[in-house]
């Protein structure tokens, strides 16, 4: 059985590799064909081809860990199909491997795909990307991955509650633009601090260019604004650079850790983390979709192949990976919108293409 196990490892780790690296080329293909619209442009002119090339180069491991499971899949499936044409496979089930003797193969071959994938995941992928985007900063400035409007954060301090936003955070942790407002108690806008730029410093902001404006709005008779300049000013606040840079980061390429961290810093000041919720989830489980890919190429092996059946049946493991991309992409949006529990909307699509896999299983290779 070794020899056996042998085999079936080297030939799908083999497929695996040969597909990831044809994806991989694609995205780095298209990425780089956007970046170009980016080199020479006003204010980027040390941004040229090297230094795009770079930074595509760095976003390869985030695209690995969206592509991973899909691979697995074809290449397992391509694996499976050939060896059934070639009838391999029927000599090796006569050879002593049945089907369970097959699927606990499988699975431990998925075990180590399963930790690949999150080792890509929550090490590799986010220290990728924060490199990608300081080596953009450095040429482009001062960077934001999370709209036009910035990073919007909250805190409370006693009866008091602010919000606060930041523009982008440079490569050496410079805040841009940092806005702050103040509410009182009952929820009403008391004072708002602008700043040109800041920094984080232990239990405290220090802002630099401030103008900070007072309203009076205890006497709706006498409504007063009152406007102060201060060219360096001390803001006590709890929120640390990291939780800066961890909102300004899309959730997708944050760590499962910091997720966590942010999440319960949400939480603790009353705003809502579903969004963070959903993307720990889809955290913990898209790394097991790996199992349920090979357990659904292995019928793949029990199939009847003419002279060029394997074709259609790799062509049909491309699109049920395309699939499972994008229900598991819609299910996260259906999920924020219509506020599902998260777990269950990060877990549903492999849920599904679980019982795909069992079906499968079960008709083709134990009934048939």
């Known amino acids: 059985m070794k020899t056996i196990r042998r085999l079936i490892y080297i030939e799908v780790l083999k497929a695996v590799a040969f597909v990831t690296l044809g994806f991989l080329s694609l995205f780095f293909f298209f990425d780089f064909v956007d970046e170009l619209q980016s080199i020479g442009q006003p204010g980027t002119l040390n941004y040229g081809a090297m230094q795009a090339l770079m930074y595509v180069a760095l976003l390869i491991p985030s695209h690995l ?40 193969t499988l699975l431990v071959l998925g075990l180590g795909f399963v930790v690949l994938t999150f080792a890509v995941g929550d090490y590799l992928s986010p220290a990728s990307d924060r490199t990608a985007q300081l080596l953009k900063s450095r040429y482009q400035g001062t960077y934001s991955m999370v709209g036009y409007t910035g990073a919007w954060l909250r805190e409370k301090q006693g009866d008091k509650s602010y919000a606060v936003n930041v523009a982008s955070i440079a490569r050496n942790g410079t805040l841009r633009d940092p806005r702050i407002f103040e509410f ?58 990291e939780m800066v840079s961890v909102a300004l980061l899309r959730p ?78 819609v299910f996260g949006y259906l999920g ?25 299983f079960t008709w083709l290779v134990l009934r048939r």
């Open 65 to 104: 860990y969206e592509l991973l499971p899909i691979t697995v899949l074809i290449g397992t499936i391509f694996v499976m199909a050939r060896l059934a044409q070639s009838s391999e496979y029927t000599i090796l089930r006569t050879s002593g491997l049945g089907p369970w003797r097959a699927l606990r």
């Open 184 to 241: 009182d108690s009952r929820g009403l806008l008391v004072s708002q601090i602008t700043a040109k730029q800041g920094y984080v410093a232990t239990g405290e902001w220090i802002l630099v260019g401030v103008t900070q404006q007072q309203y009076e709005t205890g006497n709706p008779d006498k409504v007063r604004i009152t406007t102060t300049d201060v060219p360096v000013m001390k803001w006590p606040s709890s929120l640390t650079n």
């Open 252 to 329: 997708d390429r944050m760590r499962t850790i910091d997720l966590f961290e942010y999440i319960q810093h949400l939480d603790a000041n009353g705003q809502t983390a579903q969004r963070y919720e959903i993307e720990f989830w889809r955290k913990v489980f898209y790394p097991l979709s790996c199992l349920v890919m090979v357990v659904l190429a292995l019928p793949f092996a029990y199939l009847h192949f003419r002279q060029a059946g394997i074709t259609a049946y790799v062509f049909g493991g491309v699109m049920i990976g395309i699939s499972f991309f994008l229900l598991n992409n």
């Open 336 to 360: 924020n919108l219509s506020n599902w529990w998260p777990w269950i909307t990060a877990a549903a699509p492999g849920l599904i293409y679980s019982v795909m896999s069992l079906a499968a």
